[in-house]
C-alpha cells in the first residue's frame, strides 16, 4: 500500500529544492547547436580584458564616424548578445522567446550621453511607449527610466549637493521640466499597472536622483509599489542610504521599491575622484562589495511586506542566498515583492534555473540603435565586473553544454 503522505511530503520536499545553477541542459535548451557556437565564441573574444577594451574603444569610433562594416560588425557581436533589437518592434521576438521560458522583460531603452530638448522629448515618449507596451502583453511588466535621458547633465549635478528640494520651487526651470517629464511618465505606469525602474547612475548625479526617486515614491507607492530605486553596493554608503530609505517610506506611509545591484561605474567613480583629490565613494575592496549586497539583500527580502525587492545580480552566491532566504522567512516563490534579474546575454544559468524552480525572474532587454546603445554596450564590456570579472564562469558553462549535446548524441 502507498504511504499518500510520504508521496505528498516527497512532492513538496521536490518543490522547495533550490535551483542547479550548474545545470547548463535547463540553461541553454533554447539556444540551437549554431546559437550555442556562436554565443561561445563571442564570449571566447571578451574573455580577455585586454582585447575587450581595445575592441570596445575601436567599435565606438567606427560606429561614431559611420566607418563602413563597423555597425555591421557590432550588430553581428556584441551587440546581438546584449541588445534585443533596434525598436520594441524589432525585440517582440526575444521577448516573447523568453517569456515562453517562463522570464519576463524589463524595458530599458538604451539612449544615452543626449543633451538638447529634443532628446530628452524623444526619450520621454519612447519610455512612454515602453509602458504603452507592457500594458499589452504578460510579457513584459516594468520599464527602466534614465534621468540623465531626461534633463542636462549640469542639472542634475548643480542640485547634487542641495538638501530637499520641492521641483516647482526650483531656480532652474529645467529642473521644474524634469520633473514634470517624470511625472507624465511614471502617472502613466501607475495608470497601466506597469513598475518603473529609477536607474542609478554617477555618484555626482545620485543624490539628485534619489530626490526625485523619493517624491515619486511618496506621491505613487501607496498600497503598491510602482516606483523602484537602484541602490548599488559598490558604494560604500548605500546600505546606510537603504536602510534611512525604509525608515523615510514606513514615516511617510509608502512602501519602498528598491532594486539591489552591485554598480556599473566603478572605473569612472574612482578615476574622477583621484582627480579631484577626493574620497572615493567606491568599497575599499570587492569583499566589502558582497558584504553590503549581501546584507542589503537580508533587509529587504525580510521586509517584503514593505519593501518591493528586485535582486539585480549576476553573482551566484547571492542569488543563491535569496532563494535560501525567501525558504528561510516563508515567501512564496511568485510572491510580488521579490523577484531576480538579469541583464539580457549574461548569466542564463541563473535566469532559466530560477524560472524553472518557479521563481519571479526578469531579463533586462536593453534595445535601441546601434549609435545610441554604444555607450551601455562599452560600460558592460569594461566597466562591469559581471561582464569582464565572469567570463570564464560562462565561458565554461557553454563549453559543458557542447560537451553534454556532444555526448548525448
Not at 547633465?153 to 520651487?169: I, M
Not at 531576480?340 to 535566469?351: E, P, V
Not at 562599452?378 to 556532444?406: F, I, P, W, Y
Amino acid at each position: 500500500m502507498v504511504d499518500v503522505s510520504q508521496t505528498s511530503s516527497t512532492a513538496a520536499d521536490e518543490a522547495r529544492r533550490l535551483p542547479d545553477f550548474s545545470n547548463v541542459e535547463e540553461t541553454f535548451r533554447h539556444l540551437s547547436d549554431g546559437e550555442l557556437r556562436q554565443t561561445r565564441w563571442l564570449f571566447s573574444l571578451m574573455g580577455s580584458q585586454w582585447l575587450t577594451e581595445r575592441l570596445s574603444g575601436l567599435s565606438a569610433w567606427a560606429v561614431r564616424w559611420r566607418i563602413p562594416g563597423a555597425i555591421w560588425g557590432v550588430k553581428r557581436t556584441i551587440y546581438r548578445q546584449f541588445v534585443g533589437g533596434t525598436s520594441l518592434e524589432d525585440a517582440l521576438s526575444r521577448i516573447e522567446r523568453l517569456h515562453r521560458r517562463g522570464v519576463t522583460s524589463i524595458l530599458d531603452f538604451g539612449s544615452e550621453a543626449k543633451s538638447s530638448e529634443e532628446d530628452f522629448e524623444r526619450f520621454k515618449d519612447e519610455v512612454l511607449r515602453a509602458i504603452d507596451f507592457c500594458a499589452g502583453t504578460t510579457a513584459a511588466n516594468s520599464v527602466v527610466v534614465k534621468i540623465t535621458g531626461l534633463a542636462p547633465d549640469e542639472v542634475l549635478e548643480k542640485y547634487n549637493s542641495w538638501g530637499e528640494f520641492d521641483a516647482d520651487d526650483a531656480e532652474d526651470p529645467r529642473m521644474e521640466e524634469l520633473y514634470g517629464r517624470l511625472d507624465a511618465i511614471v502617472s502613466r505606469a501607475a495608470e497601466k499597472g506597469v513598475q518603473l525602474y529609477v536607474d542609478a547612475e554617477e555618484s555626482w548625479f545620485q543624490n539628485t536622483i534619489d530626490r526625485l526617486a523619493d517624491v515619486l515614491m511618496e506621491r505613487y507607492n501607496r498600497g503598491k509599489v510602482v516606483v523602484l530605486n537602484t541602490f548599488q553596493l559598490y558604494r560604500h554608503d548605500r546600505l546606510a542610504f537603504l536602510r534611512a530609505s525604509d525608515e523615510r517610506a514606513r514615516s511617510k506611509g509608502y512602501l519602498l521599491g528598491a532594486k539591489l545591484v552591485r554598480g556599473a561605474y566603478m572605473v569612472k567613480e574612482s578615476d574622477r575622484a583621484m582627480a579631484r583629490g577626493e574620497p572615493s565613494p567606491i568599497q575599499p575592496d570587492i569583499e566589502s562589495t558582497h558584504r553590503d549586497f549581501d546584507a542589503a539583500l537580508r533587509y529587504c527580502v525580510e521586509r517584503h511586506e514593505r519593501i518591493c525587492t528586485t535582486i539585480g545580480s549576476h553573482n551566484e552566491a547571492s542569488t543563491r542566498l535569496g532563494c535560501e532566504l525567501i525558504e528561510e522567512f516563508g515567501i512564496p516563490r511568485d510572491h510580488p515583492h521579490v523577484g531576480f534579474a538579469q541583464l539580457l546575454g549574461m548569466s542564463d544559468n541563473l535566469t532559466f534555473n530560477l524560472a524553472a524552480g518557479g521563481y519571479n525572474v526578469a531579463k533586462y532587454m536593453v534595445y535601441g540603435p546601434v549609435t545610441d546603445v554604444l555607450p551601455y554596450l562599452v560600460r558592460r564590456a569594461q566597466e562591469n565586473t559581471s561582464v569582464t570579472g565572469e567570463m570564464g564562469r560562462e565561458l565554461r558553462l557553454l563549453e559543458s553544454e557542447r560537451d553534454r549535446r556532444k555526448a548525448a548524441r
